[in-house]
């Protein structure tokens, strides 16, 4: 029997299953297991920002968040980090720019470890 796949089905088919899918997903998950996800995507839509626009977007979430309280968070985040100046502070910028340079570093490995052979 031949199997199928997503091209088999229309766009609203497509559409439906994945509605039935992410139902069944989430109603499966343990509440721990909803937190732990959640916890994982909000990580990377807020401290996985690049770029102004996307940094502009998570400001804006969190002052939403926070809303009058924001200034105390402020004022919080500041004492904490002045306190421990120790703690390297890194641009977001940076960050990425270490990410992507341990990615090609590992990518010249895999391709060194081939040429080898």
Not at 20 to 31: A, F, L, Q, W
Not at 42 to 51: F, H, L, P, R
Not at 96 to 105: A, V
Request: hydrophobic share 30%; proline share 1%; charged share 45%.
């Amino acid at each position: 029997m031949e199997e199928l796949n997503y091209k088999d089905l229309s766009e609203n088919e497509l559409d439906s299953l994945k509605d039935m899918y992410i139902s069944s997903r989430v109603n499966d998950m343990t509440e721990s297991d909803l937190r732990k996800f959640v916890k994982e995507i909000i990580v990377d839509q807020i401290k996985g920002t690049v770029g102004n626009a996307e940094e502009k977007e998570a400001w804006e979430e969190i002052k939403e968040h926070f809303s009058d309280d924001l200034s105390k968070k402020i004022l919080e985040v500041k004492e904490k980090c002045n306190k421990n100046p120790k703690v390297e502070q890194k641009s977001q910028e940076e960050i990425e720019f270490d990410r992507r340079l341990g990615l090609l570093k590992q990518q010249q490995d895999e391709e060194s470890s081939k040429d080898m052979w």
